[in-house]
């Protein structure tokens, strides 16, 4: 069979096929679907005509459907409340297959319910409650952006301009709440947070004057960053009452989703006074992708409503709605999915007239909701796609900036990269670039009409004065005291704070409020507690900076640096008659010594078989290489060394003997000149190994630190409570019911060491930590007092304040602070290793020699001493090698002597010839 005509059979045959296959599911002429919302709403205006503008269009485009056409009905629906739901149940009897709708978040909420069991889906263009999107809600189909995404996108705006803390004023619906619950996940994402919220009452019945008490409040509350979620009605109330009140003014801001953005788009030229009370205001859009149709449907519809009426994302996004919808029933028809209702028959036990059996199931609905939400084309507003979640993707966000008559685009938010001056189409190509550096936006003019980012924040304006704790002590009144009976306060911690405090670029009224009866040093962990619950508003005294407090408070930076020393009792030197031996530590002592023995032994050794000096009977060898070894001490020895290897060991020791010579004399001129005081504690390592009682300040951290960090058993700590006792027990000492040491924070340490001389310092500071002033968590004016007190340490304000309450007495710590300075062998060992090295190869080379001549030595001596080749006679013949007297001289004489009357002999014998 030739090839064509096989293909043309296959080709008639699967022609037929197809043929059948569609006329046995025909499709119907025309399908229902309905559209529900609030014909007469900002949204509502302009997305009945985009509705109707769509149905003509997918109407009349052949390439969908294929000769079915849409047949849309249109029910206006109340836009909240018990109306809008019954009558969207009602429109639900009809036989429809999809509704384009609700509008409204709080309708959406109860008719979901509705579509679930009838199975028809809600495809709502309006609904942006994040809450919609659950799992509850199956047949609810959001074809534009949650709300989740636009808040994320307010909470990253508040981040990137450094703000903490919002206030959100919200219609206190579904629609509201909701919104500004994820607005309250998402800046709680990034350490911010919604500081109070502020409903408004739903509805149209909202008097101005309801409104005015709301904004009063607010305007006495900290935060001066306002987020603005309401609906148009309501919204316009609040900015003309903000305006009012002047709070959309200078240091405020105000942030408003995009219920303003659809008016500003939808409505011709706002009214001026409406426009007045917005100016500055930064407004959310939905980002839409420019593109040929978008810009003609704008043309279009321009033409069409003659400029009248504007068109806003809402009105694109039901244009797109209706041709998801088509799309979806076509690729439904394609399945085979056929259009059939049944009626409704799960009427619940005693019925009563609520006439549920009138509304009937659509059989097929599961097919076409999965038809809609795998549909993938791209409409007005961008691509339309579903993710996962069954949300739009690449929700992205216009940020505007409201502005004279007009408004003006700052930059854009995008899931995707965040935010950015540049359209978030033209990222998507790139990876996904959330880094802070990356986020941008162009210059804003704020309320006030000035470019300088307000602060967010400001003392809440409501005649009350900052409650600030203060520690009352017992003692140490240098660092915080009251005067006697008046409420002021005086000292180094209180002039360091209202120093700072009159650095900062604003007011801060505030008052001191006591805390502690002054008989008892306070608990300064129950006062960070209080700080805590708000009891005060901050704490100002001597708070050291410690990890437990810090995990409740914020602390500025630290104005004081306050390590835990340990101080202790001094004794004088009372041992000046061996005070010449302390430069050296006992074992640097006998190393010393036994290296003088041991050089002399080596020398002796090296020169005795040469050296006349080094010779004689033993008693007196002994006694040079005494006196030899200990003369080099002064450079005095007098006995010449012949032997090469004998100057070398000499040179190395003579040098060493150098070096401890001067260290000797440094050290013990230090000791005798600057160093009169000793104590037998050294640091805390000795006075935890010892087991006598420490004292420490009442109610420091020093007692928990002591016990719980080091292990220190509580029994031997001992709470005192001023530096009188500090110096009372320190005297008692331990045997006499006293302490041993007391451990305390060094500015106090500073403090009792100024006037008591007899005491000081032990080793180093064995903690570091700082003084600061605590704050609630978060506060703002933390971050600024750090600022302030930084600012005193760089211009020197803060030392002047040490000085003026600190430096009191004439004992100054820092010559009081006593180490241990003996000098050790380890400062030394290398030198003692060089020199023994040294020694170690002399006698090495020194031997190999002898061993030499041992071994050359002439077999004769060995056999007339008749002790032959033993072992033991060689070792005799070993010492008597080392003992013997060497005439180097003399035998070299006697070789040229031989050699000569060798020479002579030939001479003569020559001559006798
Ligand atoms: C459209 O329908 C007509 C008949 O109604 C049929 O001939 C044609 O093949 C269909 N086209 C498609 C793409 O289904
Ligand atoms: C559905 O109910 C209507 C009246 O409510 C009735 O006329 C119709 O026959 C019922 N259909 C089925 C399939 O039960
Ligand atoms: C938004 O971004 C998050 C994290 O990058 C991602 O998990 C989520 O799917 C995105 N949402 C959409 C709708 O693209
Ligand atoms: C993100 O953007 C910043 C600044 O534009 C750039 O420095 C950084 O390398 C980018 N990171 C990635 C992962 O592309
Ligand atoms: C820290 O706090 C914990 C519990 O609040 C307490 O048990 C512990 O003793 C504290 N430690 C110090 C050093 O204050």
């Not at 022609?15 to 949204?43: C, E, L, N, Y």
């Not at 002592?589 to 006349?612: K, P, S, Y």
Request: aromatic share 12%; charged share 20%.
């Amino acid at each position: 069979m030739n090839l064509t005509r096989f293909l043309l059979l296959v080709l008639l045959c699967l022609g037929v096929f197809t043929h059948g296959f569609s006329k046995k599911i025909a499709r119907p002429a025309s399908v229902q679907i309905g559209a529900i919302f609030t014909f007469d709403s900002t949204i509502g205006r302009v997305a009945k005509m985009a509705i109707d503008e769509a149905v003509k269009d997918v109407n009349s485009y052949s390439g969908i459907l294929n000769g079915t056409k849409l047949s849309m009905t249109m029910q206006n629906s109340n836009c909240n409340g018990f109306l809008g739901t019954v009558e969207a149940l009602r429109f639900m009897e009809t036989d429809i297959i999809a509704i384009i709708g609700p509008q409204s978040s709080v309708v959406a909420h109860i008719i979901s319910h509705v579509a679930n069991e009838l199975q028809v889906p809600l495809l709502s263009f309006a609904a942006t409650d994040p809450t919609l999107s659950s799992l509850q809600f199956p047949f609810f189909v959001r074809t534009t952006q949650s709300d989740l995404y636009q808040m994320t996108a307010v909470a990253e705006i508040v981040d990137y301009y450094g703000w903490k803390e919002v206030i959100a004023i919200f219609v206190d619906d579904d629609y509201g709440r909701n919104g500004v619950s994820a607005l309250d996940d998402k800046l709680a994402e990034r350490r911010c947070r919604i500081s109070n919220k502020v409903g408004i009452p739903p509805g149209p019945g909202v008097h101005r004057s309801d409104i005015m008490d709301l904004l009063v409040k607010v305007r006495l509350m900290e935060s001066r960053i306002i987020v603005l979620h309401v609906n148009p009605d309501s919204g316009f109330t609040v900015f003309s009452v903000a305006h009012y009140l002047r709070m959309v003014g200078n240091g405020y801001v105000w942030i408003a989703t995009d219920w303003l953005s659809s008016v500003l788009d939808s409505a011709s030229p706002l009214p001026s006074e409406i426009k007045n009370s917005m100016q500055g205001v930064l407004v959310l859009r939905h980002h839409t992708p420019d593109s040929d149709r978008k810009r003609a449907f704008f043309s279009r519809w321009n033409k069409l409503t003659g400029g009248s009426l504007g068109l806003h994302s809402y009105g694109l996004y039901a244009y797109d709605s209706v041709w998801l919808v088509a799309h979806a029933i076509d690729a439904f028809f394609n399945q085979g999915g056929v259009i059939s209702f049944s009626n409704y028959s799960r009427t619940p036990a005693g019925g009563g007239d609520l006439n549920l059996e009138a509304m009937s199931i659509f059989d097929d609905g599961s097919l076409l909701l999965k038809n809609i939400l795998r549909s993938d084309f791209v409409g007005l507003t961008g691509p339309i796609k579903f993710n996962s979640d069954r949300s739009l993707i690449f929700p992205a966000y216009d940020i505007i900036n409201v502005l004279g008559t007009g408004f003006q685009r700052i930059g854009y938010w995008s899931n995707y990269s965040g935010l950015s001056i540049v359209p978030p189409e033209t990222l998507y190509a790139r990876p996904p670039n959330c880094s802070s550096a990356n986020q941008q936006l162009n210059s804003v003019i704020w309320p006030g009409e000035t470019l300088s980012k307000p602060r967010g924040w400001v003392f809440p304006n409501n005649g009350k004065h900052l409650r600030i704790g203060v520690p009352i002590p017992v003692s140490f009144h240098e660092f915080v005291s009251q005067v006697q009976a008046t409420d002021m306060f005086k000292g180094f911690c209180i002039d360091v704070f209202v120093a700072a405090v009159n650095l900062l670029p604003y007011a801060v009224p505030f008052r001191f409020v006591p805390f502690g009866d002054g008989h008892k040093n306070p608990s300064y962990t129950e006062l960070v507690n209080l700080v805590t619950t708000g009891s005060f508003d901050a704490a100002v005294g001597d708070f050291a900076i410690i990890t437990n407090r810090t995990k409740v408070v914020d602390f500025t930076q630290p104005y004081a640096a306050s390590g835990l020393v340990i101080v202790a009792p001094f004794k004088k030197m009372n041992s000046g008659a061996w005070a010449f031996l302390r430069p050296f530590s006992p074992f640097m002592w006998i190393v010393t010594a036994c290296f003088f023995l041991v050089i002399g032994v080596v020398v002796w050794i090296l020169e005795h078989r040469i050296n006349d000096e080094f010779r004689g009977p033993p008693k007196q060898q002994l006694i040079t290489i005494l006196w030899f070894s200990f003369s080099t001490l002064f450079f005095a020895h007098r006995e010449n060394t012949l032997s090469t290897l004998g100057r070398l060991v000499l040179l190395i020791w003579l040098f060493v003997v150098l070096i401890i010579n001067s260290s000797y004399t440094a050290s013990l001129t230090s000791i005798l000149t600057v160093q009169q005081l000793y104590s037998p504690i050294k640091g805390i390592d000795s006075l935890k190994a010892s087991d006598e009682p420490i004292g420490h300040q009442e109610g420091s951290f020093a007692e928990q630190y002591l016990s719980e960090e080091l292990g220190i058993s509580k029994s031997r700590l001992v709470s005192l409570r001023s530096p009188e006792e500090y110096a009372k027990a320190l005297e008692l000492g331990p045997k006499k019911g006293g302490v041993a040491a007391v451990v305390d924070e060094r500015p106090y340490i500073e403090l009792f060491l100024s006037t008591q001389c007899s005491f000081g310092v032990v080793g180093h500071e064995f903690t570091k930590s700082g003084w600061g002033f605590a704050f609630p968590r978060d506060s703002p004016l933390a971050i600024d007092m750090s600022t302030a007190i930084l600012q005193l340490s760089e211009n020197g304000e803060l030392q002047r304040i040490h000085d003026k309450w600190l430096i009191k007495g004439t004992c100054g710590l820092d010559n009081a602070e006593l180490e241990s300075d003996q000098l050790q062998l380890s400062s030394f060992w290398g030198l003692f290793l060089v020199c023994g090295v040294t020694c170690f190869v002399a006698l090495f080379i020194y031997f190999l020699q002898i061993m030499y001549q041992l071994w050359h030595s002439t077999p004769s001596e060995t056999v007339s001493n008749g002790l032959g080749s033993s072992f033991y006679g060689r070792l005799q013949r070993f010492l008597s090698l080392i003992d013997e007297k060497e005439d180097l001289s003399s035998s070299k004489s006697k070789k040229r002597k031989a050699e000569k009357s060798l020479s002579d002999i030939e001479k003569e014998a020559e001559l006798g010839r």
